[in-house]
């Protein structure tokens, strides 16, 4: 079990470390955030200034060095908009955004649990497809217009839910489930599948011709064979609710990573941008590695794998 | 089968009630607690020099200026540090009296040492306001003969000092603590500012709000209404209008369409009216103008070929008019006694366009790039930008838009490497000394890599207003600046703005001032 | 990174031929199929159906509701946008445009991923840890930000959005496909081809691929509609697809502060979308039944 633990850790660091490279590059692909803090009248002795001020005319390697050299200690930079250190700046927008993944995670799951269960026992039926369908309408309706529609109408015109910002935890709902929806259809599909293969297989079959209680079949029986892949997406759709809920922040104004990064590349602020990607990359290693972790002990076949 | 039913319909029911029981009834807000919803802050740094670009509405609520301007930009003496100011005569040396017992919010006292830290400190190297290049240049010194009083030592006789460091301009001629600074350092200072401003700085949460407390008694206002004043960022217009009718915020900017929409549900609408001017320019190449724009004719006839009257019915909903002169900023033209006569307006003439394009050996058309962006101000750019394109189309013109956000146009037109493109910009409106510092830098060819316009002539009349001291001759200059961009069609002005921001139906009459970037929340919260 | 679960793939020859629908499964997926090929066909046909121009404008004729509104009229029967364009017109010759986007995306994601999963699976050892390196480093990079950046670099574009997505699809078919050889190759055959001499060139396009397209062909499907609705989001960020091309996605997000004054300019791209991300879902969703309901991992 520990040489699978460090194998994987070790994996994540050689990915981490392409990832750095890649945004390094990308970000300084975006333009010049001199043209952004520099005024209109500033004239080339001011550029010329303002680049060795910071740090922006030393060669790309040098530049690049010493950026994952203090990365590993923590020490991201500082943003060139907002002159502050980003670590400080992720660290007052990631809770945010891992707050909201992980509610939007719970109601996913609320969701998903009983309809993909349900969608499986009464498979064929009018309910199966009716659940299907509700389900993949949470995937097949871009999230930005769910947003808007949410809070045109649930919170503008009807005044159920707050609009925007973070005040108590009513804030969470709307965009917890504009998040949300689009992972129940993943998981409930998933769940419905497994169930449907695990309620055909020789084990149920014995389970019930030996009298098994019809319930106890499905919520211990076949729901525990159906969990594995269930986990494997969660923990992937976990990571993705943390890292791509731009959109959901931008309509509820939600101060997360998301809504950093994007400030990062408008103002293409190279510090802020790498670090992002880097913590988003970190974020879904992590969770991976937890997800395998959960895995491996749940099917020891796993651990001996290539 | 049932127990599935059950269960699934009592997490339902869970979800719901969470629902109602956690949201309860839209608060209607105390009238002690004023918030504003903005649709972007600026750079969201709280030191004068660093910020204020754009937006510096919070900034003026904590700091202090030198000079006071009254909501409608006119230099007062009751807004500022300075009762009074007084120039020598050659114009070289400008002493300001300053008030005295005003106090920073640690309880230091304001003196003239302040002042002149400041002043040096928001115009140095550091800067990135926009007017510090020009007033780094003209000032050679700051001496402080007593506590309160500063003098202003100029290379070149100037009338602009007092312009340049109010509040109707940028963040110069904000005062801010020199002890303190100098004691916890620049960063430090950034992350808590203090100012001696009617509002104290208790919070900031980047990219979401901006939070102040109202300090006890302050000279500008009296006894503030509201006790505290949030500046919230909600860049999603729908959402603005949900927090409003929600009784969530009580400020918000809305934009020109759906202004109608909120103004029929009963919600009182303040418009700055004239706020900007949306113009559009031909970026230059490396040596002047370059392509098809050489031509005069064919600068006429891009300008003849759009309709106006339509686009600022329909893209501005009603909330625009039609503008006359490149780069014109309106509330300088009583200033300088500029008359703008009804024939200086472009008429809708795309016929004439295009007889003028084929006068150019154009008739066949020609390839234009029109970079097409949102900006602070105008959530209609890119809408505006395809409308203008549309119509240069149905000429002849075979344009191509080109979306980006503005940093990359910036960059475009400041790097030269699309020459005869076009691009546009909301300029704010303002005075006389304002539109000299924009013409100075937009259309005076010493200024690259900004300028528009490289015309001879103006580059001359515009040299010689900066060393004037003579009002009547600086008059005549800019007169003959307006008429030449008019009559050589030297850029496509398009429309002025009105920018209209709704408010909670308990607010009160607000004069929201008409003064670059700033919104005059100081009067809203007065006390007097 | 999650390792893929072996037993998931039982290896037996239920792989080589497709078993047959599972009991239950709808016959024929009528609905989904007929959805995409009336829109496919609206798509193909679009400059035969004498549509006004989507790209002609009337500011005079902004906002016009739908035909059966008071104020609309037939010559504009879904109504038009905010610049007065016909948005029918726009839906149909927009279908031309977002179906396009979606495919030539799955496609290269798909090509580049086959390829990049057959290599590893097949060759092993370093090849393979190298591929998944940088597999894995690619699915951890968000597709969103990526578009942002190059949007902001090189302006976006129907290239960039298509290149952007595919960019970061591709990792998934790598990943899944890999999986499948994995299993394949300790079967039987893939030994018998080695015996009998064949190179891997051979092994892999005669024995491999084949039976990995089962899988690929639901991948596919249910990511088409993925596409569509990211190229939806990227728009709504400034990134999507440029107007005045008239795409779905950007056509919502122009709409989308009208949601109640003018609801017909989002509300009918966002039903075309809706119809054609549902049917492509529920495709996939019958063929993953149909070829094998192990394959529930994706």
Wanted: charged share 20%.
């Amino acid at each position: 079990m520990l040489r699978f633990l460090v194998a994987r850790v070790l994996q994540s660091l050689v990915v981490l470390a392409i990832i750095s490279v890649v945004v390094f590059v990308l970000a300084r692909a975006t333009g010049d955030p001199l043209y952004l803090i520099l005024p209109m009248s500033a004239s080339q002795e001011d550029f010329d200034n303002a680049r060795r001020y910071l740090g922006l005319d030393r060669p790309y390697v040098e530049q690049y060095l010493s950026f994952v050299g203090r990365a590993l200690t923590g020490d991201f930079g500082t943003s060139l908009r907002a002159r502050r250190p980003v670590g400080e700046l992720i660290g007052e927008r990631l809770p945010n955004s891992l707050k909201l993944a992980v509610f939007a995670m719970t109601v996913s799951l609320a969701m998903a649990f009983p309809l993909g269960v349900m969608a499986a026992v009464k498979k064929g039926t009018g309910l199966d497809r009716t659940a299907q369908i509700v389900s993949v309408l949470g995937q097949s309706l871009p999230t930005f217009w769910v947003a808007i529609l949410l809070v045109e109408f649930v919170a503008g015109r009807w005044q159920w839910l707050p609009a925007g910002g973070i005040d108590g935890l009513s804030s969470y709902i709307l965009p917890g489930f504009t998040l949300g929806w689009f992972v129940v259809a993943g998981l409930m599909r998933l769940l419905r599948s497994g169930m449907l293969e695990v309620l055909d297989s020789e084990y149920v079959k014995l389970a019930r011709l030996k009298g098994v209680d019809e319930r106890r079949v499905i919520w211990m029986h076949a729901l525990r064979n159906a969990l594995i892949p269930v986990v494997t997406f969660a923990g992937i759709y976990f990571a993705i609710l943390v890292t791509t809920a731009i959109v959901v922040e931008t309509v509820f104004a939600w101060p997360g990573l998301g809504r950093l990064a994007y400030e990062g590349i408008s103002s293409r602020d190279f510090p802020v941008i790498q670090a992002v990607v880097l913590t988003t990359a970190a974020i879904v290693a992590v969770v991976n590695l937890g997800v395998d972790c959960l895995y491996a002990l749940i099917d020891p076949r796993i651990r001996h794998a290539r | 089968m049932r127990r599935v039913s059950a269960l699934v319909s009592v997490f339902v029911l869970i979800l719901a009630s969470l629902g109602l029981v956690l949201a309860g009834p839209g608060s209607a807000q105390p009238k002690t607690e004023l918030t504003v919803a903005l649709s972007s802050f600026s750079t969201e740094v709280l030191d004068p020099p660093l910020g204020g670009h754009l937006v510096k509405y919070y900034l003026s609520m904590m700091f202090d200026y030198l000079v006071g301007t009254t909501p409608d930009g006119q230099l007062s003496r009751e807004g500022g540090l300075a009762t009074r100011w007084e120039s020598s005569p050659d114009f070289k040396r400008w002493t300001f009296y300053l008030r005295k017992g005003v106090k920073f919010h640690n309880g230091d006292e304001v003196t003239a040492e302040d002042v002149k830290f400041s002043i040096m400190r928001n115009i140095g190297k550091r800067s990135t306001t926009g007017y510090a290049g020009p007033l780094r240049t003209l000032i050679a010194d700051i001496e402080t003969p007593a506590s309160d009083r500063v003098v202003i030592i100029t290379k070149e006789p100037t009338l602009i000092i007092p312009t340049y460091l109010s509040r109707s301009l940028s963040t110069e001629g904000m005062i801010t603590p020199k002890k303190y600074i100098e004691s916890v350092g620049d960063d430090v200072f950034a992350r808590k500012p203090i100012g001696s401003g009617p509002y104290r700085f208790v919070e900031q949460v980047t990219g979401s709000h901006i939070k102040l407390a109202a300090v006890d008694n302050h000279w500008r206002i009296g006894t503030p209404k509201y006790k505290t004043m949030t500046f919230r960022l909600v860049p999603e217009e729908a959402t603005r209008i949900a927090l409003l009718r929600r009784g969530e915020v009580d400020v918000v900017e809305v934009s020109r369409d759906r202004v109608k929409e909120v103004e029929k549900e009963g919600y009182p609408i303040h418009y700055r009216r004239e706020e900007a001017i949306l113009t559009m320019w031909w970026i230059l190449g490396p040596d002047g103008r370059v392509g098809p724009s050489k031509d005069k004719r064919v600068r006429e006839a891009m300008n003849l070929a759009i309709d106006r009257a339509e686009i600022a019915q329909s893209i501005f909903g009603g909330k625009a008019e039609p503008a006359a002169i490149p780069l014109g900023l309106s509330w300088s033209f009583k200033d300088v006694g500029f008359k703008q006569t009804p024939d200086m307006l472009y008429p809708y003439d795309p016929a004439r366009a295009k007889k003028l394009l084929a006068d150019a050996g154009l008739a066949s058309g020609f390839n234009l790039d029109v970079y097409a962006y949102q900006l602070p101000g105008l959530p209609e750019g890119k809408t505006m930008a395809e409308a203008v394109a549309g119509y240069w189309e149905k000429v002849g013109i075979k344009t191509r838009l080109i979306p980006v956000d503005y940093p990359a146009f910036r960059k475009a037109w400041f790097d030269r490497s699309a020459p005869g493109m076009v691009g546009y910009f909301n300029i704010a409106n303002r005075d006389w000394i304002g539109a000299y510092a924009l013409l100075e830098k937009q259309a005076y060819s010493a200024s690259k890599p900004s300028d528009t316009v490289n015309d001879a002539e103006i580059d001359g009349m515009l040299s010689q207003v900066m060393r004037q001291t003579d009002r009547e001759k600086i008059n005549t200059l800019m007169r003959g600046v307006y008429g030449r961009l008019r009559s050589e069609h030297l850029g496509v002005p398009v429309v002025y703005l009105h920018s209209p921001y709704a408010t909670s139906k308990t607010l009160g009459s607000w004069n929201a001032g008409s003064v670059m970037y700033d919104l005059f929340f100081d009067v809203l919260a007065s006390g007097k | 990174m999650p390792a893929e679960p072996a037993a998931a793939v039982r290896p037996d020859a239920e792989l080589i031929a497709p078993a047959g629908a599972s009991p239950g499964a709808w016959r024929l997926p009528v609905f989904p199929l007929s959805v995409i090929g009336v829109f496919l066909l609206v798509a193909l046909a679009a400059p035969l159906l004498g549509l006004p121009d989507p790209h002609e404008q009337s500011l005079r004729n902004r906002f016009k509701p739908p035909a059966w509104e008071e104020a609309g009229s037939w010559r504009h029967p879904l109504g038009t946008d905010r610049l007065g364009r016909d948005l029918l017109s726009r839906i149909v010759w927009g279908s031309r445009v977002s179906l396009a986007a979606g495919v030539l995306t799955v496609l290269l994601a798909s090509a580049v991923g086959a390829a990049v999963g057959l290599s590893a699976g097949y060759y092993g050892g370093r090849v393979d840890a190298v591929l998944m390196r940088f597999t894995d480093a690619t699915m951890s990079f968000p597709v969103i930000l990526l578009a942002l950046i190059l949007a902001v670099t090189v302006g976006p574009s129907f290239t960039n959005v298509v290149v952007a997505i595919a960019v970061i699809l591709w990792a998934r078919y790598a990943r899944v496909v890999r999986g499948q050889v994995l299993t394949l190759m300790q079967l039987d055959f893939v030994a018998q081809a080695r015996i009998a001499g064949a190179g891997a060139w051979r092994i892999i396009t005669r024995h491999l691929l084949p039976n990995t397209l089962g899988t690929l062909l639901v991948l596919v499907t249910l990511q088409i509609g993925y596409v569509i609705i990211v190229e939806a989001s990227l728009s709504f960020l400034g990134a999507g697809i440029p107007p005045p091309t008239p795409a779905w996605g950007s056509m919502i997000a122009e709409g989308r502060d009208f949601v109640t004054s003018a609801w017909w300019v989002s509300l009918f791209p966002g039903l075309a979308i809706l119809l054609v991300v549902l049917a492509f879902n529920l495709l996939g969703d019958w063929l993953r039944d149909t070829f094998d309901p192990k394959l529930r991992q994706l």
